[in-house]
């Protein structure tokens, strides 16, 4: 049992959600009137969407449906999940980089023990990582071809590239073409 806010209390009122001082969580509705009242931006909708299938959470090893378009539809509904739990994550990743970069921002690096809150530290850590500027690309990858020095890079093709390559009609030494299967679920009208 949770008691609410007078200021949540009087957002319910003006949404027009019927309410007790003293409800639960599992009254979707205010829920709902909650998120709206305090305004956390786009996300919140999502993590409505979310509160509201929290009694159906998918998990690896439910049963699968039997017949295929069964499963076309679970594969859609599970899918929904993710994405809103993805919108809800950004919104969330964007308020965790907000307050980082505001603690990088007004820390001195050169204060050893940082600002200390009740129940955190934080402190400026300072690393060396190196930075490419690209009108050096060229001298660069000359350097590592004559001191063999290919662990520098990293060993991934650029798919998007490479097809364009092989579809103009250039053989590059190593590379096929692979065929990869995939699944496309669209809303039946």
């Known amino acids: 049992m949770r008691s609410w806010p007078d200021e949540i ?3 319910f009122e003006e949404a027009g959600v019927e309410y007790d001082d003293v ?9 709902k ?23 159906e959470k998918p998990a690896v090893g439910d049963d699968i449906p039997e017949h295929l378009g069964q499963v076309a ?28 970069n505001h603690l990088i921002d007004n820390i001195d690096s050169d204060n050893e ?11 400026i850590k300072l690393d060396k990582r190196p930075r490419m500027d690209a009108e050096f690309w060229p ?13 520098l890079l ?14 103009s009609g250039v053989e590059l030494p190593g590379i096929e073409k692979m065929t990869v299967k995939s699944v496309s679920v669209r809303k039946v009208k």
């Open 9 to 11: 209390v009087e957002a």
């Open 23 to 31: 409800c639960d969580l599992e009254d979707y509705d205010l829920f």
């Open 33 to 55: 009137a909650y998120l709206t009242a305090i305004d956390r931006g786009d996300w919140a909708e999502h993590l409505w969407d979310i509160f509201a299938w929290i009694n």
């Open 73 to 100: 539809d679970e594969y859609k509904r599970v899918s929904q999940i993710r994405l809103a739990l993805d919108k809800v994550a950004e919104g969330v990743k964007a308020r965790e980089s907000e307050l980082k």
């Open 113 to 123: 023990s940082g600002v200390m809150g009740r129940n955190y530290q934080a402190t």
């Open 139 to 151: 001298q660069f990858h000359a350097w590592i071809a004559e001191n063999d020095r290919f662990d």
């Open 154 to 167: 990293q060993k991934r093709l650029s798919d998007t590239a490479v097809m364009d390559l092989i579809n």
